[in-house]
Structures are given as C-alpha cells and as structure tokens.
C-alpha cells in the first residue's frame, strides 16, 4: 500500500498545522475531466458532420457517390499520417498550447466547408482537419498521466470518451434540424464556431495541477502518490513545454518509435485498439445503409433506431471505465483491471455476427446495441498508454498508439464495401468485423503481457 507523501510545503499550504494527506482534498481534476470530455464531444461532432449534410451537399455540389467515399475517407488518411507527427509535437509543447491549436484550427477547417462552392477546397478543408485534429487523443491520455492517479485512470478515460458517443447520439437530431431549417451550410458554421469558442475556454482554464488555483496541496499529494503528476512544471519550463525525459535527452530520435514497437506491451495494445475501432467504424459510416438496405427500414425508422446502439456504448465506455477502476481498488493488478474490461468487451462485440441470424428489427437493433455497448467497454486503450508510455514519451506513445487505432478508419470502410459489392449482402460484412473483435481480444490475451512501463534501454 503506498504511504502518503509528507512534505514541509504541504504542512505549509494545509491550515492549522493539518498534514496534507488528512486534509479534505479539493477536486480540481474533474474540472480538467470536464474540458476534456466536452472537447472530445465536439471533435467527433466536427469529424461526422459532413455525413449528416452529405444528403443536400452532394445536390448543391454536384458530388456523385464515389468521390464523397472519396471525401469521407480523405480525413482518415490525413488524421492517421499526422499521429506521430502530433505526438512529437505535444511531447514538445505541452498539453496547454497543443490542444488549444488542434481544436482551434479544426474548428476552422469545420466552419470553412461551410464556405466552399467546389470540391478541392472541400477536399483540401477535410484534409487540413485530419491534420489539426491528430494531437486530441494523446493530449487527451497525457492530461489524464499527469493529473489522474492511476486507480482513476480508467474512469477518467471513460468519462471523456464517452463524448464521441453523446455527441452522435444526442446532437444529430439537433443538426438534422438545423439544416432542415437552413441549410446544409449551417451545420459547419454552428459546430466549427462552437468549436473555436472552447478552444478560447481550454485556454483560459487549463493548467497543470501544480499551477491550477483549485487545487490543493492534498490533491496534488493524492495524484503524485498515484503516479500521476509525471510532467513538472520546471522540466517543461526547461524544455519549452516539453516532458522531463524530452528535456534532458535533448529531443526525439526516430528510431524511438521501431524501439518502442519491440515491446509486446505497444504492439499487441495496438493490435486491440484496431479491432475495438473497425466495430466503431462500422457504426460510424455503414451502419445507417445496413439498416436501409439489408433491413428495409424506412428512413424515419432508422433515425430513432440509430441512436440506441450510440447510447448502448455510452453506458459501455463508463461501465468500462468504473469497472477496470474498482477492481483496481478491489486489489487486483492491473494486469486484470485494464485487460479484463476490453477483453470482455471485443468477445461480446464479435456477437455482431448474430445479426445476420434473425428476422425480427427489434432483435437486430438489439444486437447490434450490445455490440456497440460492449466495444465502449472495450474502449480503455487509452488508459494503457497511460500505465505503459516511458517517462517522457507519452505524446509520441499515444501517437503511434492512435495511428494503429485508426488505420481502423481506412481499412474497415474499404473492406465492408468490397464485400457488400461483391456479395449484394452485409453477411460477410458482419462476420469480418465480428472475427477482427476476436483476433482483438486473443490480441490482449497473449500478446500485451503485463503492463508495466516500458523503459527503454541503449
């Protein structure tokens, strides 16, 4: 059990002479949880909104259905190339300043395809927010190292995580509105304007746990004994933002990245997070045309079925999150507390395949929601590359991670395209994404290993 950490500053910041450890701890990390869930919510919103205008944009626009594929995949593209890239430049600037330009020049690009009359500046606008929106998820998992204990990790994951699927679930009534009432055009102007709003709040409100006016000595005293607080403020002062490792390595080396992919801990973690995405990919792009074509339902229809399965994995991430947390408190390792959670998660996902076995609508939507509920519970990646990541290099860490994850993004797409044009059927779709579940679970069964952190040695 780890002992309190006592210090002479504490006993000082604590009054009347009440040590740090016994004093009631203030609870300025969920502040920080806060921001980071509502700016994931707006990242998923940004990525999808051109899905929701595509309808009335393609008419205006003159766009066939091949080069909107196009358009729609040109973000994965830009967004996976841009991973390490990102990570190398959050492990040098820091959280502060690295998200506040991510989400202020995607908001950018959002609200700029509001303004475009011809597909190159659409397709140069979808590139660019790939680019700038590559940063969002290792900051996210270097915010959650620095200012989370480590038995709140998964929690915190949880919790921000949850905003891509609130956001899809509950805002694109909302937007299906919106652009009925004004046009296709309103939507980008809305979500990109929303965006560049928060991106002045992240600014203004975020800090470093030793520099944030809420938190007490007795919180930062709870984080650090948690292992959190790993990047301080005189190693990023020193090295311009960056972590202490950065600091006194004197800069990054690429061949990093191939030592870093030796060890089991990354590759099979990344193995995983493949898997849990191609399930939410699914959902993302097909999963409206499966309902319309393999179910024959009715469009009306599907815009109240659609967003059970976006609430099933709601309740999925947090589930997961809490769960991998309390049994980690309960005493187990965390070899048990961070894998059992995503290894139940990808086995009850592959049961997407059961789908191609039943006539009735409810019973499909039903499936398909424990599927989506189970790839949120399996959506704690990120919490790994917390617990994994070797001092200094989180950015870089979450980067390759996030690359890996999203190649999901491009691969998934393709691939149920190419079977439901040769087939005319999703049946082989299902049981692609299905066995990708499995190969994710048997991923984290046998290849991660213990997790622990990785130390790199010349």
């Not at 940004?46 to 040109?74: C, H, W, Y």
């Not at 990023?236 to 990093?256: C, I, L, N, P």
């Amino acid at each position: 059990m780890q002992q309190p950490i006592q210090s002479s500053s504490a006993d000082a910041a604590t009054p009347q002479g009440v040590t740090a450890s016994t004093a009631r701890r203030s609870k300025a990390r969920y502040q920080i949880l806060a921001l980071l869930a509502v700016g994931t919510m707006i990242n998923y919103l940004d990525r999808t909104v051109l899905g929701i205008a595509a309808p009335q944009l393609t008419k205006e626009l003159g766009i066939n259905a091949a080069l909107m594929g196009l358009l729609f995949s040109v973000f994965s593209w830009s967004y996976v190339a841009s991973q390490i890239p990102g990570g190398l430049f959050l492990d040098r600037f820091g959280s502060k300043l690295t998200y506040f330009l991510s989400m202020t020049l995607w908001s950018l690009c959002t609200l700029a395809q509001g303004l475009v009359h011809g597909i190159g500046a659409l397709f140069a606008f979808r590139l660019g927010l790939g680019v700038s929106e590559a940063p969002c998820f290792p900051t996210n998992s270097r915010v959650v190292a620095t200012w989370f204990p480590q038995s709140e990790r998964a929690m915190a994951t949880g919790t921000y995580t949850v905003g891509e699927y609130i956001g899809l679930a509950f805002f694109s009534p909302f937007l299906f509105m919106l652009m009925g009432a004004f046009g296709w055009r309103s939507l980008f102007y809305v979500v990109g304007g929303v965006g560049i709003v928060f991106g002045g709040i992240w600014w203004m409100f975020y800090r470093e746990p030793r520099d944030h006016p809420s938190a007490n000595q007795a919180e930062l005293d709870y984080i650090e004994a948690g292992g959190g607080l790993t990047h301080r403020k005189k190693d990023a002062d020193s090295a311009g933002g960056a972590d202490a490792a950065s600091a006194k390595s004197g800069g990054f080396e690429w061949r990093t990245i191939g030592r870093l992919l030796k060890h089991r801990q990354l590759t099979g973690i990344c193995l995983g997070q493949f898997a849990g995405n191609s399930t939410l990919v699914f959902f993302l792009t097909w999963f409206p045309t499966y309902l319309a074509t393999e179910r024959h339902m009715a469009w009306l229809k599907i815009g109240f079925f659609a967003i059970m399965p976006f609430i099933a994995a709601s309740i999925g991430v947090m589930f997961g999150g809490f769960f991998s947390d309390w049994l980690l408190r309960r005493g187990k390792s965390p070899n048990v507390a961070r894998k059992l959670p995503i290894i139940a998660g990808l086995l009850l996902a592959s049961t997407i395949i059961l789908a191609n076995y039943v006539e009735s609508n409810v019973a499909v939507i039903a499936i398909l929601s424990v599927a989506f509920f189970a790839q949120g519970m399996a959506a704690l990646g990120w919490t790994l590359v917390s617990d994994i990541a070797p001092d200094g290099l989180l950015g870089v860490t979450g980067g390759i991670f996030n690359f890996a994850a999203n190649l999901a993004g491009i691969v998934t797409p393709l691939v149920v395209g190419f079977i439901v044009a040769a087939t005319g059927s999703f049946v082989g779709a299902l049981v692609f994404i299905g066995a990708i579940a499995l190969i994710g679970a048997l991923s984290y069964i046998f290849i991660v290993g213990d997790i622990k952190r990785i130390v790199l040695v010349d």
